[in-house]
Nanobody, 116 residues
Framework: QVQLVESGGGLVQPGGSLRISCAASGFTFSTYTMGWYRQAHGKERELVATISSSGGMTLAADSMRGRFTMSRDNAKNTVYLQMNSLKSEDTAVYYC?????????WGQGTPVTVSS
């Protein structure tokens, strides 16, 4: 069956870095657009970044530009989100998403807490 398993979340100090991962299985990973979303407590889920099947990345917000980078390794069926210069407002549960024209899959999320 389809699985998206996020890992790498945790507690990090403001200004620190963290890389989270999403390992995919059960579908043809290389043909899907992958995305990272996040949901802070009491807020709606929001898009962080997407990466196309060919590797083109798009960040959703200017506030992430220069700090967040999304990448994919089709040989490992894994996507990554490298987060640098983290701020308290980046605290959220981060979710992995896989999408095609007819399918949409979500992971269970990994929590990221930015706090001193």
């Amino acid at each position: 069956q389809v699985q998206l398993v996020e890992s790498g979340g945790g507690l990090v100090q403001p200004g620190g870095s963290l890389r989270i991962s999403c390992a995919a299985s059960g579908f043809t990973f290389s043909t899907y657009t992958m995305g990272w979303y996040r949901q802070a407590h009491g807020k709606e889920r929001e898009l962080v970044a997407t990466i196309s099947s060919s590797g083109g990345m798009t960040l959703a917000a200017d506030s992430m530009r220069g700090r967040f980078t999304m990448s994919r390794d089709n040989a490992k069926n894994t996507v990554y989100l490298q987060m640098n210069s983290l701020k308290s407002e980046d605290t959220a549960v981060y979710y992995c998403h896989a999408g095609s024209l007819t399918r949409s899959y979500w992971g269970q999320g990994t929590p990221v807490t930015v706090s001193s």
